[in-house]
């Protein structure tokens, strides 16, 4: 039981770059969702989703789109990376009670 | 989700009992306290929840006032990898419209000194 994975660890990207952040959980859980930390602040939400096929924005969304189309994956894309999306970025899924974080991927735009 | 109060920082000596208070007076009747911490860089990891009963678990117990308006987190010996901060979050469980979502604020920073 892997828990929740993500990939990479680490990313530099050029201004107007694409990218994809991979999340995987074994756990069969419907709730899945991701943060971004930038340095000395708490976690804000991107993206949420419910279970597969529903997605739903956060408090941030914008710059970032998300899909949900199966249980296991909900991967987070740059589509035109800016240096103000340079963060740690942490994918989380749940169940009823207890959300389970994912290591971070600690994304830097040049 | 109702908002949350917390001390910046606070620092505890190894080996004594760590309190760690939160503010929550626009807390719904429906809504849960839950606690998070975050060691260094890593993702946050869940340290308890309740809703007006006190809690306690391997980790911590969680004290609850009986207006539900401020709690307390407390973890009864504290040792060095207890430094962290601490996430004092309320929401309502799954199955409402909030599924799936946690509200951070800043949190308490706890430096456990030898």
């Known amino acids: 039981n892997a828990g929740v994975t993500q990939t990479p660890k680490f990313q530099v990207l050029k201004t107007g770059q694409s990218m994809t952040l991979q999340c995987a959980q074994d756990m069969n859980h419907e709730y899945m969702s991701w943060y971004r930390q930038d340095p000395g602040m708490g976690l804000r939400l991107i993206h949420y989703?419910?279970?597969?096929?529903?997605?739903d924005q956060g408090e941030v969304p914008n710059g970032y789109n998300v899909s949900r189309s199966t249980t296991e994956d909900f991967p987070l894309r740059l589509l035109s990376a800016a240096p103000s999306q340079t963060s740690v970025y942490f994918c989380?899924?749940?169940?009823?009670?207890?959300?389970?974080f994912g290591p971070g991927t600690r994304l830097t735009v040049l | 989700d109702a908002k949350t109060t917390q001390p910046p920082s606070m620092d505890c000596a190894e080996g004594r009992a760590a309190n760690l208070p939160c503010n929550h007076s626009?807390?719904?009747?429906?809504?849960?306290v839950y606690w998070y911490r975050q060691i260094h860089s890593q993702g946050p990891q869940y340290i308890i929840h309740?809703?007006?009963n006190n809690e306690t678990n391997e980790m911590a117990s969680l004290i609850i006032t009986e207006d539900r308006k401020s709690s307390t987190l407390i973890l009864p010996h504290a040792t060095l990898r207890d430094t962290a901060v601490y996430y004092c979050i309320v929401r309502v469980p799954h199955g409402s419209s909030n599924t799936g979502k946690l509200i951070f604020g800043q949190g308490t920073t706890l430096q456990v000194k030898p």
């Open positions: 989703s419910v279970g597969a096929g529903i997605t």
């Open positions: 309740g809703l007006k």
């Open positions: 989380a899924s749940s169940d009823y009670n207890e959300q389970f």
């Open positions: 626009t807390i719904s009747g429906n809504e849960y």
